[in-house]
């Protein structure tokens, strides 16, 4: 199973929204609602920020937000602060095993 | 609020056995799927596999042939090894919780990471 694509990198400015797609197949994405997103700050471990595509866990800032079209799940971040400066990481169940994680987007705020 | 902490040896020669252990407070590991994730250094997450209270387990095909994940409910702990290790096999390793039910398939509770190197 090869990992979900994702864009290296992405940034944006204090206040600005920005995107960050992950691309799979029909065999992951297209075909299951269970994507999930994690975010992650350097030497800590990732945080869970969206499951089931778009659903927050409880206490998560509405400015995270998830969708899904066809193959490509998106992760929008509105507002972008400083403290948002990480890495984040989509996930998805597949046809072949149950988690299958992206390639990962570094988020620099300028 | 449920927390984990791996532990194990953090040095391993090549063709050893890596053996962590991640306890669970805060919670009951009868409950849910318990996994385990690792992170290479400057790299991304990988799926290793994961373990449910009755010891059913799933596995990351690409590590079927090297894994055991096992759990024991009286220490409210799980484990896992990983035989044969190479210097390919240095990283973090995260234990974390599986939402499970009709929300699985994300991790919602996670340790803090252990670093395991593989070097002679």
């Known amino acids: 199973q090869s990992a979900l694509t994702q864009p290296a990198s992405v940034s944006g400015s204090p206040g600005q929204s920005i995107t960050i797609s992950c691309t799979g197949t029909?065999?992951?994405?297209?075909?299951?609602?269970?994507v999930s997103w994690y975010q992650q700050h350097p030497g800590k471990a990732p945080k869970l920020i969206i499951y089931?595509?778009?659903n927050r866990p409880s206490g998560l800032s509405n400015r995270f937000s998830g969708s899904k079209s066809g193959n490509t799940a998106s992760l929008t971040i509105s507002g972008l602060q400083a403290e948002d400066e990480a890495d984040y990481y989509c996930?998805?169940?597949?046809?072949?095993?149950?988690?299958?994680f992206g390639t990962g987007t570094k988020v620099t705020v300028l | 609020q449920v927390q984990l902490q791996e532990s194990g040896p953090g040095l391993l020669k090549p063709s050893e056995t890596l053996s962590l252990t991640c306890t669970v407070s805060?919670?009951?590991?009868?409950?849910?799927?318990w996994g385990w994730i690792r992170q290479p250094p400057g790299k991304g997450l990988e799926w290793i596999g994961y373990?449910?209270?009755?010891?059913?387990?799933n596995y990351n095909p690409s590590l079927r042939s090297r894994v055991t994940i096992s759990i024991d409910t009286s220490k409210n702990q799980f484990s896992l090894k990983l035989s044969s290790v190479t210097a390919a096999d240095t990283a973090v390793y995260y234990c974390?919780?599986?939402?499970?039910?009709?929300?699985?398939?994300?991790?919602?509770?996670w340790g803090q990471g252990s670093l395991v190197t593989v070097s002679s």
């Open positions: 974390a919780r599986d939402g499970g039910g009709s929300s699985a398939y994300h991790f919602d509770y």
């Open positions: 805060g919670g009951s590991v009868s409950t849910y799927y």
């Open positions: 373990v449910l209270y009755t010891g059913s387990t």
């Open positions: 029909s065999s992951d994405i297209g075909d299951y609602n269970f």
């Open positions: 089931d595509v778009s």
């Open positions: 996930s998805s169940y597949t046809t072949t095993s149950p988690y299958v």
